[in-house]
């Protein structure tokens, strides 16, 4: 049973990236035969219109440093219903990840790339969770202070450990090489 919840999982979450990874087009453009399937509701131009004021004076708040984007955002979501800046720069966003999503498809090297620093992140993460284990991942201490100071520790740490390999292993690897031990390319 434990292998039918995993495997129901993995579906709803391919389900979920095949709804996240819609093409939005504006009124009265057709999509090829071939992505019609990945074709969600139209851009509502309209909208973007109608907030087109607020859309300027939210970009030059963020450009002057006045607020951080996240502070906006999170402000915007905040409301019980989703105002028109809110949906206007929802319609905004499909039309950014639209004009993106074509590009990523016909581009290995821009896939590869993110693979890469995704697998970097990961592998951090993993360092970060071995090293933290003895606390079994949690940071028990009462004030944000102790929490800064631990995480900054850790941080200090996984850092030495990066320099360490990054100093030392391609030596180990000649080392190894000059007695006659294979590895891998480094």
């Given at each position: 049973?434990?292998?039918?919840?995993?495997?129901?999982?993995?579906?709803?979450?391919?389900?979920?990236?095949?709804?996240?990874?819609?093409?939005?087009?504006?009124?009265?453009?057709?999509?090829?035969?071939n992505l019609e399937p990945l074709v969600g509701e139209p851009?509502?131009?309209?909208?973007?219109?109608?907030?087109?004021?607020?859309?300027?004076?939210?970009?030059?708040?963020?450009?002057?440093?006045?607020?951080?984007?996240?502070?906006?955002?999170?402000?915007?979501?905040?409301?019980?219903?989703?105002?028109?800046?809110?949906?206007?720069?929802?319609?905004i966003g499909r039309t950014d990840r639209s004009i993106f999503?074509?590009?990523?498809?016909?581009?290995?090297?821009?896939?590869?790339?993110?693979?890469?620093?995704?697998?970097?992140?990961?592998t951090q993460n993993t360092l970060a969770h071995a090293l933290?284990?003895?606390?079994?991942?949690?940071?028990?201490?009462?004030?944000?202070?102790?929490?800064?100071?631990?995480?900054?520790?850790?941080?200090?740490?996984?850092?030495?450990?990066?320099?360490?390999?990054?100093?030392?292993?391609?030596?180990?690897?000649?080392?190894?090489?000059?007695?006659?031990?294979?590895?891998?390319?480094?």
């Open positions: 049973m434990r292998h039918a919840g995993f495997l129901r999982q993995t579906v709803e979450a391919v389900i979920d990236l095949r709804r996240h990874r819609r093409l939005y087009l504006f009124p009265g453009d057709a999509a090829p035969e851009i509502n131009v309209e909208r973007i219109k109608a907030n087109w004021n607020d859309i300027l004076r939210l970009v030059t708040t963020i450009r002057s440093g006045q607020v951080r984007p996240s502070t906006l955002l999170a402000k915007l979501s905040a409301f019980p219903r989703q105002n028109g800046l809110a949906l206007a720069l929802r319609y999503l074509p590009q990523w498809w016909r581009n290995p090297d821009m896939r590869r790339n993110a693979t890469i620093g995704i697998n970097k992140s990961e933290f284990l003895n606390r079994l991942g949690e940071l028990r201490d009462r004030t944000f202070e102790s929490h800064f100071y631990r995480a900054s520790g850790l941080n200090l740490l996984i850092n030495a450990i990066v320099c360490w390999k990054t100093l030392y292993l391609e030596q180990a690897f000649a080392d190894l090489n000059r007695d006659g031990i294979a590895t891998p390319p480094v």
